[in-house]
DNA sequence: CAAGTAATTGTTTTT
DNA sequence: CAATTACTTG
């Protein structure tokens, strides 16, 4: 087949970055543009002229993003197998395979991957011992301290001028902390414990050595990298060691769509690329096939950033113009949404085809429980995961324990989830158990306090088993049958919890290889519970829920966009920097460019304070800054009929009076 | 030292 | 209204 499926219906510049050959090429894509479509043609066009599909790296922002790449480059190509054998995943994902894979080069005897509140719990395991534990003084919380350690660690300052510049609270425990910090960084390397910046940071350091880095990159001859503009500075260096003079090297991205500066993501980064690599070709996507004109007349008066890409709508009918629509407050707000979309639906607009955006998870509430009240099935992206609720994550720690008996953090945890075992015992019996303690339990039994020495004999017992196990299906059904009863005994309302348990079980158990599950799984959450729940939601009808971040990548025929208001979208809390009010500009930039036909921005005039509580103060709430008179200009404006004038007082609620039942009690 | 009870906080976004 | 923290009691 002369061409294959690749090439149909590509444009002109969509086919020029196709089929562009092995020098630098930075795609410069705006939203909609089929970004995700030239790059997965341009897989399958590799694939397709006899590249080995090993030799290509494919580095996503997200798992489902990698995913969903592959199987579509495999659709487009004569051969699906060989495209999902493509090196795929995100830039942890891809350092945890690597680095796992060079083990014995980092000098660590096991690679276990810890996320962000397990180095809070290691830290908290630790600070006792640097003496920052005395609960008379107010001292940092481990949470502070894990954020000095993180930040010295992305910018390279170190930690006493991170503290003197940005944690004054800390000065006065300096030393203690610059100690602790240092001592927690040789923990981890003595545990094989890796958190999500040193799986970064040891990519680069095997790529940046001369032996190790020449055979890694020779591995591949074609890195194509999505979401440039979302890379941090040791995302960079990883690609530049990669691709040294940039050939065989593809990146897509949008400045207008940087949302991740607060990882430390900046989008001078993709235009940087262009300059850095001598004859790098440019291309631009500008023609939106997935929005309307009048969509994108909007997403031209907000877009931001530095790459002069105006839209243009390569789709040939008129749309309706973006509405902005007042609401009185934010339950009006709710019952507004949730009319739209049941009315679009009783159109023939299917629910999955909806989605409601939101700056903040909490900003949903109200809508959630509107939803429910009326049955309209929806899942919610963003917020806390179902991977991070506390059950969950104790299974998971008798996964890790299974594979690391070194995994000190894991130890800790599942201890104090005995009866009678505190912090205290906790900690020295977790160092104890971490230090090859497992050999001997009768001895670490014997140490514990009387009260917990029965259950937690059978927790070790099943956990040593568990460590000689190599079938997974038995291994997961041992650490679940030894997690089950602690579980029972320290959550009240363990029978809620019991499900999500047995499923997460169920979904272990058929893998092939466990600790990859578990890291996977660590680096980048499944954060919707439904997504291991069989098939009985998927020939379900639901409407999305998502932060505007979870959205990214994503379309929708209709989009609502609620709490358009100043202190929501911009939040108030990125008002202090300009850096900050821009990005949240591109946040917005990207909410709006996810609609294909129909988008609605809500703004309601009045705010509780307080976004759970029931009895919070309600207080006057402007429309966000970005829908200036331009914007409007591009806008149909509605009021709802309820909208009060601002500043007038809501209408006094008549009053009923509930009869006293004192004659019962007389 | 652990566990229960009372008081007091709160809230971005996520690999 | 949670969920975490501080104080008390066993």
């Not at 004569?78 to 945890?96: I, Y």
């Not at 996507?285 to 994108?296: G, H, I, N, P």
């Not at 014997?446 to 009260?451: F, G, I, L, N, Q």
């Amino acid at each position: 087949m002369g061409e294959g499926g690749w090439a149909d219906g590509l444009n002109e510049a969509q086919r020029a970055a196709v089929e562009h050959d092995r020098g630098p090429l930075v795609i410069a894509a705006g939203a909609g543009t089929g970004k995700t479509r030239t790059l997965t043609a341009r897989v399958a066009r590799l694939l397709e002229s006899a590249v080995p599909p090993e030799r290509i790296l494919l580095l996503t922002f997200t798992r489902r993003a990698a995913a969903s790449m592959t199987s579509r480059a495999a659709a487009l190509s004569s051969d699906p197998a060989a495209a999902q054998r493509v090196w795929g995943g995100t830039f942890h994902a891809v350092a945890h395979r690597i680095v796992a894979e060079h083990a014995q080069h980092l000098g660590l005897a096991e690679v276990t991957v810890i996320d962000p509140s397990d180095v809070v719990d290691l830290l908290d395991l630790m600070r006792a011992e640097h003496g920052l534990d005395s609960s008379g003084t107010r001292l940092p919380t481990s949470q502070t301290l894990a954020d000095v350690y993180s930040r010295a660690v992305n910018t390279g300052i170190p930690a006493r001028e991170v503290m003197a510049d940005q944690f004054p609270w800390c000065l006065d425990h300096m030393d203690a902390i610059t100690e602790l910090l240092r001592s927690y960084g040789a923990r981890k390397r003595a545990r094989g414990l890796l958190d999500f910046d040193d799986l970064l940071i040891s990519w680069r350091a095997l790529l940046a050595d001369p032996d190790v880095g020449a055979r890694l990159r020779a591995r591949w001859d074609w890195v194509l990298v999505d979401e440039y503009q979302d890379v941090n500075q040791v995302q960079v260096d990883i690609v530049r060691l990669l691709c040294p003079e940039g050939d065989g090297l593809t990146v897509v991205g949008d400045d207008a769509q940087t949302i991740y500066g607060f990882r430390g993501a900046s989008a001078e980064h993709l235009v940087d690329l262009a300059h850095e690599l001598p004859g790098a070709t440019v291309v631009t996507l500008d023609r939106s096939f997935r929005s309307t004109q009048q969509v994108l007349d909007l997403a031209n008066v907000v877009r931001p950033g530095t790459l002069p890409i105006q839209l243009t709508a390569d789709r040939p009918e008129r749309g309706a113009r973006p509405e902005l629509v007042a609401c009185a407050n934010a339950d009006d707000e709710a019952r507004t949404v949730a009319d739209a979309i049941l009315a679009a639906h009783t159109d023939g607009l299917e629910l999955r085809r909806q989605a409601v955006l939101m700056r903040t998870g909490s900003h949903g509430n109200l809508l959630e429980v509107e939803l429910k009240v009326r049955n309209i099935p929806y899942v919610k992206y963003g917020g806390i995961s179902y991977l991070e609720t506390a059950h969950v994550r104790d299974l998971i720690a008798a996964f890790r324990i299974a594979d690391n008996p070194a995994d000190e953090v894991s130890w800790y945890r599942l201890l104090t989830r005995h009866r009678a075992i505190g912090k205290v015992h906790a900690r020295t019996l977790a160092t104890r158990l971490a230090d090859g303690g497992l050999d001997d339990p009768a001895e670490i039994v014997a140490a514990a306090p009387a009260a917990a020495r029965t259950a937690l004999g059978a927790t070790l017992t099943a956990l040593a088993n568990a460590h000689r196990t190599t079938a997974v299906a038995s291994v997961v059904e041992t650490c679940r049958d030894a997690v089950g009863p602690l579980l029972r005994a320290h959550y009240p309302d363990w029978a809620r919890r019991q499900d999500d348990v047995v499923r997460f079980a169920e979904a272990a158990s058929r893998q092939r290889d466990l600790a990859a599950f578990v890291a996977e799984q660590t680096i980048d959450p499944t954060n919707v519970a439904g997504d291991w729940a069989g098939k009985p939601t998927l020939d379900e009808d639901w409407v999305t829920l998502s932060t505007i971040h979870s959205a990214k990548g994503l379309e929708w025929d209709a989009v609502h966009v609620i709490r358009a208001c100043d202190g929501a979208i911009p939040s108030d809390m990125a008002l202090t920097s300009h850096e900050g009010l821009v990005e949240e500009q591109r946040l917005f930039y990207v909410a709006l460019t996810r609609a294909r036909d129909t988008l609605r921005v809500y703004t309601p005039a009045r705010l509780p304070t307080h976004p759970t509580s029931f009895h919070a103060r309600h207080v006057l709430a402007k429309p966000s800054r970005f829908l200036d008179d331009r914007a409007r200009a591009v806008m149909d404006v509605a009021h709802q009929d309820q909208a009060p004038q601002p500043g007038a007082a809501a209408p006094r609620p008549t009053r009923v009076e509930v009869p006293t039942l004192d004659d019962l009690f007389a």
